[in-house]
């Protein structure tokens, strides 16, 4: 099967479902090894009895199953953007956990189509067209070996192998867009017009690529790179940051107008949130995307006498001669903690809060949070590390903040 290898140690998305069934069946027979991830949203009558039942399969086959509860009620906004969000959080934690080379998703040829046509009738400008058979997403490698097998192929299968498996009643309804393309459009397709579409998607990807290739050796962080993009290599940018950051959020025209306007903006430091796991940040002249659940970074280190510590934070070295840092042997013990904004320390005979330093420096707000001072033994800051976005590192410091 197209990029799998049985040498390696695979975590399954199964829903129960047509596709997911089909592509189970097909690595339990191929000998390949591989886990279960399993998420019941408990939105339909019938989904816990799904739950049960592949529970039941995974067990007589001696494969490990992992499986989400969702007992919180899902009244979203957009709650199919709410689930994709719960269910790659899930598969993240056990991928992680228990060290998946990669997660197999049951996307098959029609979903392919389907999610093009999408695109088309959106007029969107993506990083890709259609679906990409491997990814780097999430913090994952994503695998989707099912690409270029149809709907009626699986159909068929589940079939001829006797394979269990469930309907998802809400997929047969046209209540949503995708299900109207899927029932209107895609299963109405013939093979040659099938092939059509794979083709022209293909030949949209090449040249796709050949954009990206070019904006890759551009430095996209930087504000005075992005503003001289056309719209549509703009927005192609926003995608490429994105999957560079491992993160995943769909960037419409709309949203990639709001961001080029807050880039334009005055201010040097700007935080969008773009739902509950992504961040869009302007730190002067640079942007990115981050992970909008950051980790609180708050640390406090006491130094009792000259010694070495080694922090996630920052290196220091003291068994020697310290001078350069304004510190004195009557100074012990240390304390090294994170900056405050009315932090005060003097420099040339005046004091300057740690906040107008930030500014003047230029820092990025992230840094901020996480910057250390070293105060005396009456916790007066006595030293500040400065800050400069051209600091190369000479090897010979006896303090060094970890960037």
């Known amino acids: 099967m197209l990029h799998l290898n049985k040498d390696k140690k695979?975590?399954?998305?199964?829903?129960?479902?047509?596709?997911?069934?089909?592509?189970?069946?097909?690595?339990?027979?191929?000998?390949?090894?591989?886990?279960?991830?399993?998420?019941?949203?408990?939105?339909?009558?019938?989904?816990?009895?799904?739950?049960?039942?592949?529970?039941?399969?995974c067990q007589k086959h001696n494969i490990d199953i992992f499986v989400k509860e969702v007992n919180t009620f899902l009244n979203h906004t957009n709650l199919e953007a709410k689930c994709r969000e719960i269910r790659y959080s899930y598969f993240k934690e056990v991928y992680d956990k228990y060290c998946f080379d990669a997660l197999l998703v049951a996307h098959q040829e029609d979903d392919l189509i389907e999610t093009y046509l999408l695109q088309k009738s959106r007029k969107s400008i993506v990083a890709f067209y259609g679906l990409k058979e491997v990814r780097d997403s999430f913090g994952m490698k994503i695998i989707r070996p099912m690409l270029g097998l149809s709907k009626e192929f699986i159909t068929q299968y589940l079939?001829?192998?006797?394979?269990?498996?469930?309907?998802?009643?809400?997929?047969?309804?046209?209540?949503?867009?995708?299900?109207?393309?899927?029932?209107?459009?895609?299963?109405?397709?013939?093979?040659?017009?099938?092939?059509k579409i794979v083709k022209e998607i293909?030949?949209?990807?090449?040249?796709?690529?050949?954009?990206?290739?070019?904006?890759?050796?551009?430095?996209?962080?930087?504000?005075?790179?992005?503003?001289?993009?056309?719209?549509?290599?703009?927005?192609?940018?926003?995608?490429?940051?994105?999957?560079?950051?491992?993160?995943?959020?769909?960037?419409?025209?709309?949203?990639?107008?709001?961001?080029?306007?807050v880039i334009k903006s005055n201010k040097p430091n700007i935080?969008?949130?773009?739902?509950?796991?992504?961040?869009?940040?302007k730190e002067y002249e640079n942007i990115k995307f981050v992970f909008n659940n950051e980790p609180d970074d708050t640390f406090v280190y006491v130094l009792e006498k000259?010694?070495?510590?080694?922090?996630?934070?920052?290196?220091?070295?003291?068994?020697?001669?310290?001078?350069?840092?304004?510190?004195?042997?009557?100074?012990?013990?240390?304390?090294?903690?994170?900056?405050?904004?009315?932090?005060?320390?003097?420099?040339?005979?005046y004091y300057v809060k740690m906040r107008r330093a930030f500014i003047d420096w230029k820092m990025p707000k992230y840094l901020r949070k996480r910057w250390p001072v070293i105060c005396d033994k009456n916790n007066k800051v006595i030293y500040v590390p400065r800050y400069s976005k051209k600091y190369k590192i000479n090897g010979k410091e006896n303090f060094l903040v970890k960037l």
């Open 306 to 349: 000259p010694g070495v510590l080694d922090t996630p934070y920052f290196y220091l070295n003291f068994l020697e001669d310290y001078s350069n840092r304004n510190v004195s042997l009557n100074d012990f013990p240390l304390t090294i903690r994170n900056a405050r904004p009315n932090d005060e320390f003097l420099i040339k005979n």
């Open 202 to 261: 293909n030949n949209l990807n090449t040249n796709l690529c050949n954009n990206r290739l070019y904006l890759e050796k551009l430095n996209l962080n930087s504000i005075n790179v992005l503003l001289k993009l056309s719209d549509d290599n703009f927005l192609i940018a926003l995608h490429l940051l994105l999957e560079k950051s491992n993160l995943f959020h769909p960037i419409s025209r709309k949203l990639a107008k709001e961001i080029k306007g």
């Open 159 to 195: 079939l001829d192998n006797s394979v269990p498996h469930s309907i998802d009643k809400t997929n047969l309804s046209n209540d949503f867009k995708r299900n109207k393309i899927r029932h209107n459009v895609v299963e109405k397709l013939s093979k040659e017009e099938r092939e």
């Open 10 to 57: 695979y975590l399954l998305a199964c829903s129960f479902g047509t596709d997911s069934m089909t592509l189970f069946d097909i690595l339990l027979k191929e000998g390949y090894n591989f886990s279960v991830a399993h998420i019941n949203y408990n939105l339909r009558e019938e989904s816990t009895s799904e739950t049960t039942k592949l529970t039941e399969i």
């Open 271 to 281: 935080e969008i949130e773009l739902s509950n796991t992504v961040k869009f940040v």
